[in-house]
């Protein structure tokens, strides 16, 4: 998937979309998303230009990878989820409904959360 330096995500990297900043460090930006699925419903993106998940394992520098990981655990922690549980998940590319073209990582908790995906 080639990136599109247009995507919705990279206009709120530039400044130019507001959001509701949770967290940010050098290579991680994390904001509420806008239409939460559960009470706490987070996104966090790396600041590089990555299309996916598959791009940005392939991309991204060891530093940008650890970052996100770092980020993620941090922010469950001061969202007050790490104790209750919580999910993380990245939907790549079509099969999985991915809508944004700029890799993000959701951050669901707050409720119980459910099995892991519908049975077909
Ligand atoms: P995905 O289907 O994994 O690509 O999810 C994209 C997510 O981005 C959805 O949960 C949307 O609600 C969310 N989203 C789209 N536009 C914005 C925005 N401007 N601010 C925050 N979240 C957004």
């Known amino acids: ?10 206009r709120i990297l530039r ?5 509701k900043k949770v967290y940010e460090d050098e290579h991680v930006l994390a904001f509420h998303d806008i239409n939460p699925q559960t009470p706490t419903h987070i996104l966090a993106i ?5 299309a996916s998940a598959d791009d940005f394992s392939q991309k ?6 650890a970052a996100m990981m770092r980020a993620l655990g941090r922010i469950a ?3 007050g989820v790490a104790e209750t549980g919580y999910r993380i998940l990245a939907n790549t590319g079509p099969a999985a409904h991915q ?3 700029h890799f993000h ?9 459910g099995g892991m995906l519908p049975r077909r």
């Open 1 to 10: 998937m080639a990136y599109d330096r247009n995507n919705v995500f990279a």
């Open 15 to 19: 400044g130019e979309i507001p959001c």
């Open 46 to 50: 790396p600041k590089g230009e990555y």
């Open 60 to 65: 991204a520098s060891d530093a940008e990878i």
């Open 77 to 79: 922690r001061e969202q």
């Open 99 to 101: 809508e944004v073209a």
């Open 105 to 113: 990582i959701h951050l669901f908790g707050g409720r119980d959360l």
